[in-house]
Every structure is written in C-alpha cells, then in structure tokens.
C-alpha cells in the first residue's frame, strides 16, 4: 500500500545551522515526490518536486531534496537555516494506484522551529 | 508574481446544502487547479486534477458526485460540494500551475456545516 512518513513531529535547528526534515515513502511503482510548506500568515507554498532525473532536486528559498530510492527516501535539506524557515513542512508522494488512478498521499507534517 | 485568489475563505451552511468555492488565477493562466482538502490533524489530501475545458481526474477515494470540479475557463476553476454534511466540514484548498514552474496557492476556505 502507498504511504508517505515523516517520522518527526517537530524539528528544532538554530538559525544558520544545517537542517534537515526528513520523509520516507512506499509505492509500488515509481514514484513523484513533492515538498510544501505552509507559514502561518502565508498560506501553502510549493517548494519542490522530484518525477525524474537527477536524484538533487533545488527548489524555492534555498531548499533542495534528495531521491534516494534504495532507502525510500526524500529528505528536505538546507544548509543554512533562517528564523523565517519556521513553518509546517509537508512531504507527498504521487503513485499509480492499483486500480489505475491516480492517488496523492501527504505526510502528517513536521513542524520546524528556527531559533535566533 | 503569480496569486490565486480563493472565495469564500470562510463558509457556513446547512447540512444538505451546497456550496461553491471559487479558485481564480489573477495574473497568470492557470492551464490546471488542484483542489485539496486539508483535515484537522493537519494532513492535506488532494481531491482532484482539473484542466482547463477538460473533465476533473480525481484521485482514488474522492467522490466526483459529492465534489464537483469545474475549469471553464484559465483563471477560474470551482468546486461545489453537493448535499454537504457535517463530516465534509474542513480547509480546502486550491492551487494552479501555468507556463512557469511551481504551483501558486490560494488562501484557503474554511467550510463548516452545521
């Protein structure tokens, strides 16, 4: 069955530090990995997304993610982390369902808290 | 840059009511919209895919009847939940992609129903 972890609840990193959140996924199939962030006064975000290709994805805001696909996994990392980082991260995987469709699933979220 | 305006932001209505939210691109053409729901513990699903002219693809589990998805047009796509119920009350959330990469989201509508 597909499913999508981020095993942290909540990550706690000090302002210019190295941070990583972290994301396991199960598919059947190959899969399409997406990371969104969502800030308290400014809605969802779109950070990245892996389909294909090399397994370093960059995305907005200085993140990038790594596909590593023999430990399932799809960490966001940034080498340096601001204050205005502080917001609830979400992971999802995107997979051929069984029975043909489509189907999305999104992690639970992992909060990260940036100290100055 | 690109916003995506969303209406209402907050709703309430009556059990066996329908609603419609409205998801517009302002300043760019959104060639596709994702509605997804958002539930209290905080996790997001998305409900549906739609492209502009075409028929919404909605992922496995969501009920086309109980959530209809219009796209008519490149700025605006819609979703009307039908003969809500109490269980359908959550945050929904709309988001559209055009030519350039990424995908802009609108702020949300808070759905009660009572």
């Known amino acids: 069955a597909q499913s999508v972890a981020q095993p942290e609840d909540q990550v706690n990193v000090a302002e210019g530090n190295p941070l990583t959140v972290k994301c396991t996924y199960s598919?059947?199939?190959?899969?399409?990995l997406f990371w969104y962030v969502q800030y308290p006064n400014r809605g969802l975000q779109f950070l990245l997304k892996?389909?294909?290709?090399?397994?370093l994805v960059k995305g907005s805001y200085g993140f990038e993610a790594e596909f590593n696909k023999s430990q399932t996994s799809f960490h966001l990392k940034k080498p340096s982390a601001l204050v205005s980082d502080s917001a609830l991260y979400f992971c999802a995987v995107r997979d051929n369902g069984d029975t043909g469709g489509f189907k999305t699933i999104f992690g639970a979220g992992t909060r990260l808290f940036v100290k100055a | 840059g690109a916003v995506v305006s969303q209406h209402p932001s907050r709703v309430i209505c009556k059990s066996g009511t329908s609603v419609k939210i409205e998801c517009r691109s302002l300043d760019f053409q959104a060639t596709t919209m994702f509605w997804y729901r958002q539930f209290p513990k905080q996790s997001l699903m998305l409900m549906a895919t739609?492209?502009?002219?075409?028929?919404?693809?909605?992922e496995q589990g969501v009920e086309k009847d109980k959530f209809l998805i219009n796209h008519a047009s490149l700025t605006l796509s819609t979703l009307t939940v039908t003969s809500a119920h109490p269980e359908d009350s959550s945050f929904y959330i709309c988001?559209?992609?055009?030519?350039?990469?990424?995908?802009?989201f609108g702020s949300g509508t808070r759905l009660t129903v009572v």
């Open positions: 739609s492209n502009e002219g075409s028929k919404a693809t909605y």
């Open positions: 598919v059947s199939g190959n899969p399409y």
């Open positions: 988001s559209a992609s055009g030519r350039a990469p990424g995908y802009t």
């Open positions: 892996y389909i294909t290709g090399d397994n």
